[in-house]
């Protein structure tokens, strides 16, 4: 999504999706914002481990940015998104991971939002329908959503695991 496209565009595929998450973080990367939120059960199907999608995160962080992710656990994340692991080791100090098990399955939304900037929402995760979104009203409601969530939510995920 650029700023010549509306300001709410749907999502109605899985291609349609990542097309809105890769542009999302290549806008972040390009124009900036101070922080991105990502929200999700488990991550298995963001495009979140893909060379661009990196690259972009790789620029966006080199601002001493903010970047939290908010899922049910890890588990798929640890086994589908390798890039994505190494990178979140090397920014440690700058991503945040964080749990909620107080939510069943399906019942934490799935949202992508770079306040100021644009956002992603997924309503309905099997048939992949949403809306990207510039417009100011999403974005302050799907915080809401975020923090909700946030507000349950413990540390999960270390970037490095110490042992004996």
Do not use: K
Not at 115 to 120: A, E, N, Q, T
Not at 141 to 162: G, K, M, N
Request: contains cysteine.
């Amino acid at each position: 999504m650029n700023q010549d496209e509306p300001t709410r565009a749907p999502i109605e595929s899985r291609g349609n999706f990542h097309d809105a998450v890769r542009g999302a973080f290549a806008e972040a990367a390009l124009v900036g914002c101070r922080e991105i939120l990502l929200i999700d059960d488990d991550f298995a199907d963001w495009p979140i481990s893909e060379r661009e999608v990196i690259d972009d995160l790789t620029h966006w962080v080199q601002a001493h940015r903010s970047f939290t992710v908010v899922a049910r656990n890890f588990d798929e994340i640890a086994r589908r998104h390798a890039r994505w692991v190494v990178w979140r080791r090397q920014f440690a100090h700058v991503v945040h991971c964080r749990t909620n098990n107080d939510l069943e399955a399906g019942q934490m939304p799935t949202i992508l939002l770079a306040p100021g900037l644009l956002s992603v929402r997924l309503f309905d995760r099997v048939h992949y329908r949403g809306i990207a979104s510039r417009e100011i009203a999403d974005a302050v409601q799907w915080r809401e959503a975020i923090d909700a969530v946030l507000q349950r939510s413990e540390e999960a995920f270390p970037a490095t695991t110490l042992g004996l």
